[in-house]
């Protein structure tokens, strides 16, 4: 059904309206792949303005093919020479500029919701176009992952340089259209089975693999179930390569040094982008460390989630990356995960905020630990001495909880707490918001207890090396 007189060709760019899964009404998606299965054409689509984990297979009959828009064609001029896949923009980079579209063409930079999806991975000063749900990008993307080829582990910097993140090179042998579709189906992962949301670069003769599967401790992939229980016989551990440096009832945290354990920190990278889709890839875990949150039973520390961290951040970053695998999302653990961030924090006496920009799911996450961190401050507060009502300081809150100034001042701007009464700035809370606060507290029954964290930080600084 290609090319026909009556039916204009589909091809890669074009956008159409699509009859979404639950049968919810149509609506815009761009084509980004097709394939042939058994005779039949399936297009591969995401919708505008929808998440990427969106995206799908459909058929030609949700389609609504006679409303089929052509790709523009300014979207298929290049922008620049040398488009490479998957290139990291960082200040420093003499490839900042350098973006990678479809088919090696440059994407434009605004205007164009054709693309928008593939913008969504581009970072840097010059990128106007965002993701409406993330945070506004930060110029330099600090995220430890690694490249397309795995077990080429290669130093990256083209000088030969071992600073931090100076490096965005990554193996180019992609499309960028490539990375635009998911391509692991199914993994399994202890007793799960998770459908990934993401592109992920494992090596490409699993995807075509209906499953992946993925050794809970090591977090090695193999590619059927027989070399799975082949693994697990040689494979001795049971927990994450690192320290435990926190346990509380069956909740435990383990921190692994990406350079030192590197084939754990890359498989835990590639793990992750299954399910983030808003940082670019690249080799090097060497400058992070790994924070990862384990359920404990009889067989061992089966993995919840992490968050990754700079060894030295110079923005105050005290998060990198930071996932809940999909089977443990809405439980609490994501906040569990926050809090834990910010526990480390405390620790080093210092305040932090998480790296931009923040996937939806996260900005969320983040909102809600914020707003109910500063309420539980402002509500348990006395009057001080002298005063009829308690006063506090941005900077106070900020120091309690190791949320960044910043990040504090817009929470309690989201919250609308502020009010200029009488020639000063009141916080106003109503008995609607309290009641919330307290019923939201109740449902955080798992907390972080400080008495349980046994870390001491590192100044990486003085270390010379990671
Ligand atoms: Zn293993």
Redesign the pocket.
């Known amino acids: 059904m290609k090319g026909t007189d009556s039916q204009p060709e589909i091809v890669e760019g074009c956008r159409l309206p699509v009859l979404l899964r639950n049968g919810d009404g149509w609506h815009m998606a761009e084509i980004l792949g097709k394939k042939d299965l058994k005779g039949k054409n399936l297009y591969y689509i995401h919708y505008e303005d929808f998440n990427k984990r969106l995206d799908e297979w459909v058929t030609e009959e949700r389609m609504d093919i006679a409303k089929l828009v052509q790709p523009s064609k300014e979207a298929k001029t290049p922008k620049k020479e040398g488009v490479k896949s998957g290139t990291e923009s960082r200040p420093s980079s003499p490839e900042r500029e350098v973006v990678s579209t479809p088919n090696g063409s440059a994407a434009p930079t605004t205007g164009n919701k054709k693309f928008s999806s593939s913008s969504r991975k581009r970072k840097g000063a010059d990128d106007s176009e965002i993701d409406p749900l993330a945070t506004p990008t930060s110029s330099r993307n600090n995220t430890p992952t690694l490249g397309l080829q795995q077990q080429n582990n290669v130093a990256l910097n083209e000088d030969g340089s071992k600073k931090p993140r100076q490096t965005g090179s990554m193996v180019a042998h992609h499309d960028d259209i490539v990375t635009r579709m998911k391509n692991v189906e199914m993994i399994e992962l202890g007793k799960y089975r998770i459908r990934p949301w993401y592109f992920s670069p494992y090596p490409q003769e699993l995807t075509s693999l209906s499953i992946v599967y993925i050794?809970e401790?090591?977090l090695?992939y193999v590619k059927s179930k027989k070399c799975l229980e082949r693994?697990?016989q040689k494979?001795l551990?049971r927990y994450p390569p690192g320290n435990e440096i926190y346990r509380k009832g069956n909740i435990s945290f383990f921190e692994i040094d990406g350079r030192k354990n590197k084939a754990y920190a890359q498989n835990l990278c590639l793990l992750a982008k299954l399910f983030l889709d808003h940082k670019t890839l690249y080799y090097d875990t060497d400058p992070f460390l790994f924070y990862v949150m384990c359920e404990q039973d009889c067989k061992g520390y089966h993995i919840v989630g992490y968050f990754s961290k700079e060894k030295e951040s110079t923005e105050d970053y005290n998060v990198a990356c930071i996932l809940t695998l999909p089977p443990f999302q809405k439980k609490g653990f994501g906040k569990l995960l926050i809090e834990f961030s910010y526990e480390l924090s405390k620790c080093e006496g210092k305040t932090g905020s998480p790296e931009k920009p923040l996937s939806d799911l996260g900005l969320l996450s983040y909102r809600s630990y914020w707003s109910q961190t500063i309420l539980e401050i402002l509500i348990t507060m006395t009057p001080s001495e002298g005063n009829d009502r308690p006063v506090i300081t941005i900077n106070d809150i900020s120091e309690m909880t190791s949320i960044k100034k910043e990040d504090v001042i817009s929470t309690l701007q989201h919250l609308n707490l502020i009010n200029y009464y009488k020639g000063q700035y009141i916080i106003t809370l109503s008995h609607e918001q309290i009641d919330t606060q307290n019923k939201a507290m109740e449902k955080r029954k798992v907390r972080i207890d400080p008495k349980c964290l046994h870390w001491q930080p590192k100044d990486w600084s003085k270390r010379g090396k990671w």
């Open positions: 050794c401790f090591c090695k693994h697990i494979c551990l």
